[in-house]
């Protein structure tokens, strides 16, 4: 059983954008163990939602990981409480090896490791990062020759080295191969163990073969929420969403 500690919890969200209403009125939990997807049309509201998770957009309610409120918590105390976020686009350092992208990453976790590192070697972290999303034989490629997939993955990466509690994945296996897809929900699924893994998608068949539990999202409120099988099988997803 999860404790409640451990948990993401966003109720009665909402974010407008200059009076128009973006997020009206969301709530959904997260919690370590399983990997929670939301999903919905384009303009749902899903980017808006994990925007002011990670204090990117202003919003009101409450978020909460753990005991602490995220709303009005600045991004970077966000960061640090151990929020961690991928992007549509991979943010990694193009000209700089694999290995110096997470040693950066790292960085930001610890500040005196480094010093540390010249006596011992490698950060454990870094190893077990390395492992995990299965960038061992490219630890010494820079990172702009990589596959589209493999510069995913070194994003999740850049965040497992910092220890997040919780993982937001933005529309992570847009443009990757079947394979790259699959090796992308196998390394979610591990990294949702012991952490909070939130991911928004839009591809269905993704979804369907990897989430634990689905919010749906239509026009800024939750439309249907439950297991895959609930939502697939609910006549108001069934009407705005799927078969699109
Ligand atoms: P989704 O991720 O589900 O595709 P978004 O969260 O990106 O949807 O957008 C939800 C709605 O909010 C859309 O109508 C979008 O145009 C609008 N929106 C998002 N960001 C902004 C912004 N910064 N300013 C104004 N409107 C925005």
Known sequence: MTAPEDSLVVTDLRVEFDGFVAVGGVSFDAHPGEVRFLIGPNGAGKTTCIDAITGLSKGTGSVKLGDRELLGTPVNKIVRLGVGRTFQTASVFEQLTVLQNLDIAAGLRRSSFSLLRARRGIDPAIESALEETGLSAERDTPAGI??????????????????????????????????????????????????????VEHDMDFMRRYASRVTVLHQGKVLSEGTVAQVQADPKVQEVYLGT
């Open 146 to 199: 990589l596959s589209h997939g493999q510069k995913q993955w070194l994003e999740i990466g850049m965040m497992l080295v910092q220890d997040p509690r919780a993982l937001l994945l933005d529309e992570p296996v847009a443009g990757m191969s079947q394979d790259e897809r699959t090796a992308t929900g196998e390394l979610m699924q591990r990294i949702a163990k012991n952490r909070i893994v939130l991911v």
